[in-house]
């Protein structure tokens, strides 16, 4: 069985570097490991609970329900004001409910991020560690993919060409295979 994987980007530009990444992440998946981009987050509207107690909006269950099909998610996140962008904490907090039984409650992910800016998305990636802990989505600690200066590293055609930020990346992937296995409901203790 392939290890399907859920890639999720926190940018709604065309151009996004984080987009990117996710592309580059396709290109590096590791042999049984399929990697599905997400491309709705744009139509999930801001969350309401008013909204919500009428029944979920269809963009929403879309991504609800891409992230239940998912073995696994992996994450693109763009740095905003040191934070989380309001387009993927928005939709996080659509997918975290109901609180405790959400689809987000025990899927493996995996984090990266890039900006064109100096500290490679290290306080938004941590932000949103903070928010799966509530959650309860098992995310995978290392390595770390904070790609600095992305500008630097991908091309005008939205291709990653850094090869030591490809390694990292295809470390994350391999991390996020085993980390999968670990989690697997049966599974041996590592
Ligand atoms: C509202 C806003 C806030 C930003 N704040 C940060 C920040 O705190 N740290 C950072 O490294 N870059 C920051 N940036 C720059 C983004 O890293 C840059 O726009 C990046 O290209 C966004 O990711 P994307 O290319 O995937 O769209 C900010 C950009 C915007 C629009």
Redesign the pocket.
């Known amino acids: 069985m392939p290890l399907r994987v859920l890639g999720i980007?926190g940018?709604l530009?065309a151009?996004?570097?984080?987009?990117a990444l996710l592309r580059a992440a396709v290109e590096l998946a590791p042999a049984g490991m399929e990697i599905t981009i997400f491309d709705g987050l744009g139509a999930v509207p801001l969350y309401d609970e008013d909204v919500e107690v009428k029944g979920d909006p269809a963009p929403v269950a879309a991504f609800k329900n891409a992230i239940r099909d998912a073995g696994a998610l992996l994450i693109a996140t763009?740095?905003?004001?040191?934070g989380v962008p309001g387009v993927l904490k928005n939709a996080i907090d659509w997918a975290s409910r109901p609180p405790g039984k959400s689809v987000l409650n025990g899927k493996p992910a995996a984090i990266m991020g890039?900006?064109?800016?100096g500290?490679g998305?290290a306080?938004a990636q941590l932000a949103l560690r903070q928010s799966f802990v509530f959650t309860d989505t098992p995310t995978v600690h290392r390595p770390e993919v904070l790609v600095a200066r992305?500008h630097e590293k991908i091309d005008a055609q939205g291709r990653l060409t850094d090869e030591p930020t490809r390694q990292s990346i295809r470390k994350l992937l391999e991390a996020l295979v085993q980390w999968e296995t670990r989690l697997r409901p049966g599974a041996a203790p590592a």
């Not at 151009?15 to 987009?19: K, T």
């Not at 763009?78 to 040191?82: A, T």
């Open positions: 980007v940018s530009r151009g996004s570097f984080n987009r763009p740095e905003y004001n040191y890039a900006t064109p800016g500290t998305t306080r992305a």
